[in-house]
C-alpha cells in the first residue's frame, strides 16, 4: 500500500491532481467555520441541539457540522444532491430532457447547466426558509428585512461556491468532486462522534468494562463497513453472446460480455428519500415552535423521528421504523424503475444482435431481466435496512446518538472505492500497481457517484 502511495505520487499529474483535491478541501473545512454576518452561532447551536435534536443527524453530517454553526457553507451541497435528483427524475419525465441526455457530451452540458441554475434556486429556497425560520426565534442578532437579505445571500453563495468547487475538483482533480466533498463533510464528523461514544461507554468506567466495550464498539463498526464494501461492491452478472457477422472478408461480433447489475442498484438514493420523507415533518414543526406537545399530532411526530425507534420503554413509536424499512423498499423499487429499462436494454442488444445464452430475444429477455432485476432490488433494499437499522438499534437501546450512521457509511465506503478505482486506473494506464490488486494488472477498473 505504501509501495503505491509513493508510486503515484512520482506521477507528475496524478500527484498534481491528489494536492489539487486537498487544497480545495481545505478551502471547503475553511469556510465552514466561517459564520454568517448577522448571525450568533452559539443560540443557532444551541437552537438545533434543544429544538431539533436526532431530526438533522442526517443533514448534519451532510453538512459536516456546518449547519448548527451556521457558517457561509450551512447549506453544504445538499441543493445540488437534491437537484441532481430531480434533473433524474424529470429525464425520464420530460422527453425533451430525454434527448438531450442521448445527445451526448453537448447534451449532458446541457443537462448539467440546468442543474447548477435548479441548485441555486434550490439553495435561494432554503437559505430564505431558515432565515425567516431563525429569524422569528430571535436567533438573529436583528430580524429585518435587510439582514434577512444578507443571511439568503451569503448561504446562497456559500451553496454555489461549493457546487463549483465541486466541478473543479471533478475536472481538475481526482475525479467525483462533488462525491468528495460530501464525503470530506461526513468525515469531519466522525472524530467528534468517536469521542461522544468514548465519553458515553469508556471513560469513567471499570477497566474490564470500558475494554469490553471499546471492543463491542470497535466490532460494530467494522463489521457494518465490511458489509457495507460488500454490499456496494456486490453484483449480478448476466452473460450477453453476441452472434457472428461477416462483412467481405472479415468476421465481426462472437464475442462474449456481460451486463454487470449491482446488488445495491439504486446505492444511496432509497435512505435519503426515506429519510427526508420521515424527517421533514419534525423540522417544519419545530421551526413552526409546534415540535412539543402531548397531543396525537406530537406523538405521530415521534413516532417518525428516528431517535425514538428501538426505545424498549417506548415500543409504540417502533411503528415508525416499521413505516421507514417499507419506503425504503418502495424507493429502491422505485428508482431503479426509472434508470433501468430492461425493455430499452433488451432492444439494444437485439439491434446489436446480442442475446443472453437460453433466452430468446424480444420479450423473453425484458421478462428475464425484469425477474432478475426485481429479485437483485430486493436483496440490496434488505442490505440497505440492515445498515440503516443497526445504528437505530445501539441508539435506542443503548442511546448511543451520533451523526453518522449506515447513510452517512455506504456514502464513505461507496466514494472511497470509487475515488481508489479512478486513481488505480489511472496508474494502470502508466503500468504502476494499483491501490486494489498490489500484484498489478493489465486491465482497467471501472461506481455511481455524485
Known amino acids: 500500500m505504501l509501495k503505491t502511495v509513493r508510486a503515484a505520487f512520482r506521477i507528475d499529474d496524478i500527484r498534481r491532481r491528489i494536492l489539487y483535491t486537498f487544497a480545495m478541501l481545505i478551502v471547503v473545512r475553511l469556510g465552514s467555520v466561517l459564520p454568517t454576518p448577522g448571525v450568533d452561532p452559539a443560540f443557532i447551536q444551541q437552537f438545533v441541539e434543544s429544538n431539533l435534536g436526532d431530526a438533522f443527524n442526517l443533514i448534519e453530517a451532510f453538512t459536516g457540522g456546518s449547519l448548527s454553526r451556521f457558517s457561509i457553507f450551512a447549506l453544504s451541497i445538499t441543493p445540488y444532491i437534491t437537484s441532481s435528483i430531480i434533473m433524474q427524475l424529470l429525464t425520464i419525465a420530460i422527453p425533451k430532457l430525454e434527448e438531450m441526455q442521448k445527445e451526448g457530451e453537448e447534451g449532458r452540458k446541457k443537462i448539467a447547466a440546468i442543474t447548477r441554475y435548479v441548485t441555486v434556486a434550490l439553495a435561494l429556497i432554503e437559505s430564505t426558509a431558515l432565515a425567516v425560520g431563525f ?57 467528534s462522534d468517536l469521542a461522544l461514544l468514548y465519553e458515553q461507554f469508556v471513560s469513567g468506567k471499570k477497566l474490564a468494562q470500558a475494554g469490553l466495550a471499546a471492543v463491542i464498539i470497535l466490532a460494530v463498526i467494522l463489521v457494518v463497513v465490511i458489509f457495507v464494501v460488500l454490499l456496494q461492491s456486490g453484483e449480478r452478472r448476466i452473460s450477453v453472446q453476441y452472434s457472428k457477422k461477416v462483412q467481405g472478408r472479415k468476421t465481426y461480433g462472437g464475442q462474449s460480455t456481460h451486463i454487470p447489475l449491482r446488488v445495491n442498484t439504486s446505492g444511496v438514493i432509497p435512505v ?26 406530537s406523538k405521530i411526530l415521534a413516532g417518525m423521528n428516528q431517535n425514538n425507534w428501538c426505545d424498549p420503554e417506548n415500543p409504540i413509536y417502533s411503528v415508525g421504523l416499521l413505516i421507514y424499512i417499507l419506503l425504503t423498499i418502495f424507493f429502491a423499487y422505485f428508482y431503479t424503475s426509472i434508470t433501468f429499462n430492461p425493455l430499452e436494454i433488451a432492444n439494444n442488444m437485439k439491434k446489436s444482435g446480442g442475446f443472453i445464452p437460453g433466452i430468446r430475444p424480444g420479450k423473453p429477455t425484458v421478462e428475464y431481466l425484469t425477474k432478475i432485476l426485481n429479485y437483485i432490488i430486493f436483496i440490496g433494499a434488505c442490505g440497505l435496512i440492515i445498515v440503516q437499522v443497526i445504528p437505530f438499534f445501539f441508539n435506542g437501546v443503548f442511546g448511543a446518538n451520533v451523526s453518522f450512521g449506515g447513510t452517512s457509511l455506504i456514502i464513505i465506503v461507496g466514494v472511497v472505492l470509487d475515488t481508489i478505482k479512478k486513481i488505480e486506473s489511472q496508474m494502470l494506464v502508466r503500468n504502476y500497481t494499483g491501490f486494489l490488486n498490489n500484484r498489478g494488472s493489465n486491465m482497467s477498473n471501472s461506481y455511481l457517484g455524485y
Open 135 to 191: 429569524g422569528r426565534q430571535g436567533l438573529l442578532e436583528e430580524y429585518s428585512f435587510v439582514s434577512c437579505a444578507i443571511v439568503v445571500c451569503t448561504l446562497t453563495a456559500g451553496s454555489a461556491f461549493l457546487m463549483w468547487i465541486g466541478e473543479r475538483i471533478t475536472e481538475n482533480g481526482v475525479g467525483n468532486g462533488i462525491s468528495i466533498v460530501l464525503l470530506i463533510n461526513i468525515l469531519s464528523r466522525v472524530p
Open 272 to 297: 435519503i428519500f426515506a429519510s427526508s420523507l420521515m424527517q421533514t415533518p419534525i423540522v417544519i414543526a419545530n421551526f413552526v415552535g409546534k415540535g412539543n406537545g402531548t397531543g396525537i399530532g
